[in-house]
Each structure stands twice: as C-alpha cells, then as structure tokens.
C-alpha cells in the first residue's frame, strides 16, 4: 500500500489498520523508493518459497553456468551468469556487476528468463 507522505497520512493509517508501526525517518513518514520496494517484494516471495514444501517447488530448468536474463526487481535486464541451482528451494545464484565487480545474488527462478 502506498500513502502520500504526511503527518496526517500517517496518523490516519496507524489509528484505522493493525499496523504497529511505518517506515519514517525523524518521526516523520517516508516514502520508500519503487527499486527498493520491488526488492523487499521479491525477498518476501523467496522467503514464502522457502517455506514450501520439496514436492511443491516446481521443476528446475537446466541454467547452471548459463547466461539468463533477470526479469524483475531493481536488476531488471541484466544478463548475468547463473553459479549455482539451490532446486530444493526453487532459487539461482547468479553473479551480478556491483562496483565494479561481480556479487552473488540469490534469487528465486521465476525471475530470470532463459
């Protein structure tokens, strides 16, 4: 859910939902960045898949040491290189360009096109 950032917005949401608390900085609502959120989505997906039981994660396709494209999420577009198959869990490492070198980022295989 997304709220304009005020104090009114803020006192609003907090009195009418279950929420025990927003993100804010200095007291105050913040509106968090779109790549950002789209991150913690994604995290949330992953974590719920690892969770699921073995028989419930879908067939892995066959992407150790190939080059994928990722399909969401803040490195939407990047061609990266798979590393590892985590199949029990339905996820990838693959290696991404950061500051000038590669990290290992995990990500589940339903963000990544082949």
């Not at 025990?20 to 509106?31: F, T, W």
């Not at 039981?53 to 190939?66: F, I, N, R, T």
């Not at 990266?80 to 199949?87: A, I």
Request: glycine share 8%; hydrophobic share 45%.
């Amino acid at each position: 859910m997304q709220v304009i950032p005020d104090n009114e917005a803020y006192v609003g949401l907090m009195l009418a939902s279950k929420l025990q608390s927003l993100m804010g900085r200095d007291g105050k609502p913040y509106l968090m960045p779109e790549p950002l959120m789209r991150q913690l989505l994604l995290s949330a997906k992953t974590a719920e898949r690892k969770h699921m039981e073995a028989g419930d994660v879908p067939p892995m396709p066959d992407v150790l040491g190939k080059q994928v494209t990722i399909r969401s999420g803040p490195f939407a577009d990047f061609v990266v290189t798979v590393r590892k198959v985590l199949s029990k869990r339905g996820q990838v490492v693959v290696d991404v360009p950061l500051f000038g070198g590669m990290s290992e980022i995990t990500m589940g295989v339903d963000a990544i096109a082949t």
